[in-house]
């Protein structure tokens, strides 16, 4: 009988595994993990054309990810071997190398594990999911996209920025918010933090429920 899993929530611990990647023939996800952040993303097959130019352009912002304390890695359910011919494949015709490991999920057991597999949209192939995980390996954010549209690296790479900003400063990110941008204090939990929120100098008030600040860029 096949292992059965639950799809995994936001806050949820990401679930480990060992797996066979482009840079290990068996590779431990937590210990590659350290204490970095990670992007983990699935694409439908190898050798697929908006998948090409999703791991292209993954493989040109490496190392604005890196700069945040972010690895990548990606995963669909071919071999190790085709994986291999695919990111030679693009190193010729794209003039792009992968620098991120790529899992090769024969068995499926990653992507059933993170919820991967929706048969409605194809009983053989993975959709294109994103998960975000923080170095304490919990989930901060799931991004699905159907079969046929491609991600946007840049709304990545915005999500990131805004998670690492509200764990660093304890304060939310408004509507399409991007570094520079003003952010939006929490409400007060107690009594006595009401008098700043009325009076604080350094707050732009819409309103009670509504507070902007500026951050320390």
Same mark, same amino acid.
């Given at each position: 009988?096949?292992?059965?899993?639950?799809?995994?929530?936001?806050?949820?611990?990401?679930?480990?595994?060992?797996?066979?990647?482009?840079?290990?023939?068996?590779?431990?996800?937590?210990?590659?993990?350290?204490?970095?952040?990670?992007?983990?993303?699935?694409?439908?097959?190898?050798?697929?054309?908006?998948? #090409? #130019?999703?791991?292209?352009?993954?493989?040109?912002?490496?190392?604005?990810?890196? !700069?945040?304390?972010? !690895?990548?890695?990606?995963?669909?359910?071919?071999?190790?071997?085709?994986?291999?011919?695919?990111?030679?494949?693009?190193?010729? !015709?794209?003039?792009?190398?992968?620098?991120?490991?790529?899992?090769?999920?024969?068995?499926?057991?990653?992507?059933?594990? =993170?919820?991967?597999?929706?048969?409605?949209?194809?009983?053989?192939?993975?959709?294109?999911?994103?998960?975000?995980?923080?170095?304490?390996?919990?989930?901060?954010?799931?991004? =699905?996209?159907?079969?046929?549209?491609?991600?946007?690296?840049?709304?990545?790479?915005?999500?990131?920025?805004?998670?690492?900003?509200?764990?660093?400063?304890?304060?939310?990110?408004?509507?399409?918010?991007?570094?520079?941008?003003?952010?939006?204090?929490?409400?007060?939990?107690?009594? !006595?933090?009401?008098?700043?929120?009325?009076?604080?100098?350094?707050?732009?008030?819409?309103?009670? =429920?509504?507070? =902007?600040?500026?951050?320390?860029?």
């Amino acid at each position: 009988m096949s292992e059965t899993y639950s799809m995994p929530r936001i806050g949820d611990p990401a679930p480990d595994f060992t797996a066979v990647t482009t840079h290990a023939p068996e590779m431990r996800f937590s210990e590659w993990q350290g204490d970095h952040w990670v992007v983990l993303f699935s694409h439908p097959a190898d050798f697929t054309p908006v998948c #090409t #130019t999703e791991l292209a352009q993954f493989a040109r912002r490496n190392d604005e990810f890196a !700069k945040m304390g972010v !690895k990548l890695i990606g995963l669909s359910i071919d071999s190790i071997h085709s994986h291999i011919a695919w990111l030679q494949n693009m190193k010729e !015709k794209l003039d792009v190398e992968i620098p991120y490991p790529m899992i090769a999920d024969i068995d499926m057991k990653v992507s059933s594990k =993170y919820g991967m597999l929706h048969p409605g949209a194809s009983a053989t192939a993975t959709v294109r999911a994103v998960f975000v995980i923080d170095p304490k390996r919990t989930i901060r954010a799931i991004l =699905y996209y159907p079969l046929t549209a491609g991600r946007s690296v840049d709304e990545v790479v915005r999500l990131v920025q805004a998670l690492q900003t509200v764990d660093k400063h304890g304060v939310a990110c408004p509507e399409n918010w991007h570094p520079g941008d003003k952010v939006i204090v929490p409400p007060p939990k107690v009594m !006595k933090d009401v008098p700043d929120r009325l009076t604080n100098p350094a707050y732009e008030r819409k309103d009670f =429920y509504l507070v =902007y600040k500026e951050i320390p860029k």
